[in-house]
């Protein structure tokens, strides 16, 4: 049982500093649409994945607009990464309308 409530907090811990060093990165398309700026990150507490981006839209977006939640935010599956450096680069064909 201790074992699992470290673990725990290892993912949370791993989460936020991963998190913290993405967070307000410019997301763009692979057509080099700017998609909008990642604000968190789902990640998976039993395989310690990332699942899935959590992005404040573009509202110029058309794409972004048609795929954003009622909280104002939109998630992308991390299969829709192609590369995460300066920029996060999403492919556009993998984005679920």
Do not use: H, W
């Not at 290892?10 to 080099?32: D, P």
């Not at 998609?35 to 794409?63: A, H, M, Q, Y």
Request: hydrophobic share 40%.
């Amino acid at each position: 049982m201790r074992v699992r409530c470290i673990f725990d907090q290892v993912i949370r811990m791993v989460k936020y500093l991963v998190a913290r060093q993405l967070s307000g990165r410019k997301v763009i398309t692979n057509e080099g649409e700017d998609f909008g700026r990642l604000i968190d990150l789902n990640i998976n507490e039993v395989t310690g994945k990332i699942d899935s981006l959590v992005i404040e839209p573009n509202p110029d977006n058309d794409v972004a607009e048609k795929l954003r939640k009622e909280d104002g935010t939109v998630q992308i599956a991390y299969d829709s990464v192609l590369a995460v450096g300066d920029f996060i680069i999403v492919d556009k064909r993998n984005l679920s309308y």
